[in-house]
């Protein structure tokens, strides 16, 4: 639930019983699509927010913690990727990051709104400077669909940059959904989910992640933690799946020599969020 009161956006997280707000300057502009209610808002010290059906998706200020962590340990932790599937990311950030990688010879990125896609050309430009890469495919249609009917080992890497798993991103955390992942991979090959609050949903979402993910025939599961001060908790995280692949361990040395500037990831940082703190083991085993 989400209330706009003295120029403040607050965005309520009942079942944590907690919120978070932000002061708006106004509200820009928004659409009810026939999958959601898109908003966009210009906020005093986040730059621009969107939120979909009351809930914040991104801003300006700090998207590119999400949109690093979701790109790079996946693309990382693959031998060397060529083909990248997006399933969701309308707001093309972490297909921005995924262009990055000079081996990358294609990116799908699947969105089922194309409204989200709009809105951040004209918002969040930068976001959105690699859609007319030549290697870059937007296409705007139903990713559960997308995946069953995928043809097998297509992909080296799958991305999937959803929303909470309610509404159109419930099937999109499914055990279902993962085998038909499983399936559009090659051998080796890296999928990633986001996968919400560490705090909030370490024996809940995330457990129930990696079982999902272990079910459908992953070998290697791994969640890395990740600061998201927009979102529930101040604290995200990814789960990434390898196919006979080990996803606890990267190329190390290729991402401390990587040919491109990055804000959040580093090889680094990479290496210690594959430490889960005492309370996640606990959760997870």
Same mark, same amino acid.
């Not at 979909?52 to 998706?57: C, K, R």
């Not at 896609?117 to 976001?127: G, N």
């Not at 030549?134 to 999937?160: H, N, S, T, Y």
């Given at each position: 639930?989400?209330? !706009?009161?003295? %120029?403040?956006?607050?965005?309520?997280?009942?079942?944590?019983? &907690?919120?978070? +707000?932000?002061?708006?300057k106004r509200k820009l502009e928004e659409a009810r699509t026939p999958y959601q209610?898109?908003?966009?808002?210009? &906020?005093?010290?986040? +730059?621009?927010?969107? &939120?979909?059906d009351g809930a914040t998706m991104l801003t300006t200020r700090d998207n590119f913690l999400y949109h690093e962590m979701m790109a790079h340990p996946a693309l990382f932790s693959h031998a060397g990727a060529r083909n990248v599937l997006i399933i969701g990311g309308g707001?093309?950030? &972490?297909?921005?990051?995924?262009?990055?990688?000079?081996?990358?010879?294609?990116?799908? !990125?699947?969105d089922i709104d194309e409204q989200v896609t709009r809105y951040s050309e004209k918002y969040f430009p930068?976001?959105?400077?690699? %859609?007319?890469?030549?290697?870059?495919?937007?296409?705007?249609?139903?990713?559960?669909?997308?995946? !069953?009917?995928?043809?097998?080992?297509?992909?080296d890497v799958i991305i999937v940059d959803s929303t909470d798993p309610v509404g159109p991103a419930e099937g999109l955390f499914k055990a279902e959904f993962?085998?038909?992942?499983?399936?559009? *991979?090659?051998?080796?090959?890296?999928?990633?989910? !986001?996968s919400e609050s560490p705090l909030l949903h370490s024996d809940t979402i995330?457990?129930? *992640?990696?079982? %999902?993910m272990r079910e459908a025939g992953f070998s290697h599961t791994r969640t890395l933690p990740f600061p998201q001060p927009v979102y529930p908790s101040g604290w995200w995280s990814c789960t990434l799946a390898g196919k006979n692949r080990d996803v606890g361990?990267?190329?190390?040395?290729?991402?401390a020599g990587k040919d491109f500037a990055t804000r959040y990831?580093?090889?680094?940082?990479?290496?210690g969020a594959l430490v889960l703190p005492p309370f996640m083991q606990d959760a997870l085993s």
């Amino acid at each position: 639930m989400a209330t !706009q009161d003295d %120029n403040w956006f607050i965005e309520h997280f009942d079942s944590a019983g &907690t919120a978070f +707000g932000l002061r708006l300057k106004r509200k820009l502009e928004e659409a009810r699509t026939p999958y959601q209610h898109i908003e966009m808002w210009d &906020t005093e010290t986040f +730059g621009y927010l969107m &939120t979909i059906d009351g809930a914040t998706m991104l801003t300006t200020r700090d998207n590119f913690l999400y949109h690093e962590m979701m790109a790079h340990p996946a693309l990382f932790s693959h031998a060397g990727a060529r083909n990248v599937l997006i399933i969701g990311g309308g707001d093309c950030g &972490t297909l921005r990051e995924v262009l990055r990688h000079g081996g990358v010879a294609s990116a799908i !990125q699947i969105d089922i709104d194309e409204q989200v896609t709009r809105y951040s050309e004209k918002y969040f430009p930068e976001l959105c400077e690699s %859609n007319d890469d030549p290697r870059a495919e937007l296409r705007f249609e139903d990713g559960v669909k997308f995946m !069953q009917e995928c043809d097998a080992e297509r992909f080296d890497v799958i991305i999937v940059d959803s929303t909470d798993p309610v509404g159109p991103a419930e099937g999109l955390f499914k055990a279902e959904f993962f085998r038909h992942c499983h399936r559009a *991979l090659a051998d080796g090959g890296v999928l990633v989910q !986001q996968s919400e609050s560490p705090l909030l949903h370490s024996d809940t979402i995330i457990r129930d *992640l990696h079982h %999902n993910m272990r079910e459908a025939g992953f070998s290697h599961t791994r969640t890395l933690p990740f600061p998201q001060p927009v979102y529930p908790s101040g604290w995200w995280s990814c789960t990434l799946a390898g196919k006979n692949r080990d996803v606890g361990a990267f190329r190390e040395g290729d991402a401390a020599g990587k040919d491109f500037a990055t804000r959040y990831y580093s090889a680094d940082i990479h290496r210690g969020a594959l430490v889960l703190p005492p309370f996640m083991q606990d959760a997870l085993s």
